[in-house]
Structure formats: structure tokens, C-alpha cells
């Protein structure tokens, strides 16, 4: 995560230190809270240089701007669900495409449980709506997000074309996400709801989908 960070501030005049790339760090964490709890027109600098406990000038330091800021909270973000992802691959290389298919669909639908993971993508939308630079961050999310539901499929459905996969992989994705908009369910629905759509997901990869959409 660090070297990811590392890139995001090349545009800053000096080196940044592993003690500064840890900061910037901490920095994220702390927009991508205050994003959650007060929506993007709380992400402001100067709510955030409070909230970290530095001054104004010392953020800047980091990130000169919102734009610079959201361009890294969310980079960040999809290389977190990357590496999640890769995870689970990794952890069921052995069980066959299915298996591992099935372990992203569950990691995936289960970091929607997490308050803070539904609140990014909610806000995420919400300034897609009013911003232009957000809407590009948006459409940057998506593309990747996408991207990486196809190459899973890649193993599941290895005869179809990758144009195939991409757009079994959109409609997947729009379904994952729209688990974000059931924050208000009891946690007995949510975790009843995101059981169906698991089945109905693993169905739609391994079914028929395939068939209607070809």
C-alpha cells in the first residue's frame, strides 16, 4: 500500500520519507472516514488537516488539493479490494475456478457488511452526480472493478471472448453494489440478502447468463 501512496504524492516537491508515506497513510484513513460520516461536502481540507490534527499547510503538504486527495482514496481502495481478491485466489488455487469464484463472490459481498466499505460507495455515487473530476474517479472505480470480476470469470468460462466476460462481469458488479443501498436492513436481512444473491450470482457465472447474453 505504501508504494501505491508513493506514487500519488510524486507530484510534491520533495522526497517523501517512509515516516511521511505513513502519515499520508493515516491521512486516507482519516478522508475516507470523514467522507463516510459527512458526505463529500465534509471532505474539505481543512475538516481533514482537524481530524488528522495538523495544520492546513502540513496536509497540503501531502495533498495539495481535494482532487489529488479523492485520486488517492480511491486508488487506494481498489488496490485494497485487489489484493482481497488475490487473496482468496490465492487461498483456494487448489479447490478449481469454481471454488475460487465462489471465495471472491463471498469476499466481496461480505466487505459490503462493513459500515465504512458501504458509506465509500455511496459517497463515491453521490459526487459522481455533482462533480465532474468524481464522475472520472467513478468511471476509473468501475472500469477496474469490472476488470477484475472479468479475469475471474476468465477461468470459469475459458471459450467465451473477453467482451462476453466483461459484460456478464458489469451486470455482476451492478448487483454487489446495489447490496450497499440495504444499510437500513437488520443485520438478519442483510445477512439473508447477500446469501441469495450469492447463489444467484455463482448461477448467473456458471448458468445461463452466458446464453442470453452472447
Known sequence: MKE???????????????????????ILVHARQLLVRQGSAGLSLRALAQSVGMSLSNLQHYFPGREALLQSLVRVTLVRYQQGVDAQLRAH????????LDAVLEYLLRDLDDATSRGFLLALWD????????????????????????????????????????????????????????????????????????????????????????
Open 4 to 26: 501505491l501512496v508513493a506514487q500519488n504524492l510524486q507530484s510534491k516537491a520533495s522526497q517523501t520519507t517512509a515516516k511521511g508515506l505513513g502519515r499520508a497513510e493515516e
Open 93 to 100: 488455487a487448489q479447490h478449481g475456478a469454481e471454488r475460487q
Open 127 to 214: 459526487m459522481a452526480e455533482r462533480e465532474q473530476f468524481a464522475a472520472a474517479l467513478h468511471s476509473e472505480f468501475q472500469r477496474r472493478a469490472i476488470g477484475v470480476i472479468a479475469a475471474v470469470l476468465r477461468d470459469v468460462g475459458p471459450a467465451r471472448s473477453e467482451a462476453l466476460r466483461r459484460r456478464v462481469a458489469v451486470q455482476m458488479l451492478a448487483c454487489i453494489q446495489g447490496m450497499a443501498t440495504a444499510a437500513h436492513n437488520s443485520a438478519l436481512r442483510r445477512a439473508r440478502a447477500r446469501r441469495d444473491l450469492h447463489e444467484l450470482l455463482m448461477a448467473v457465472a456458471l448458468g445461463h447468463a452466458w446464453g442470453v447474453m452472447a
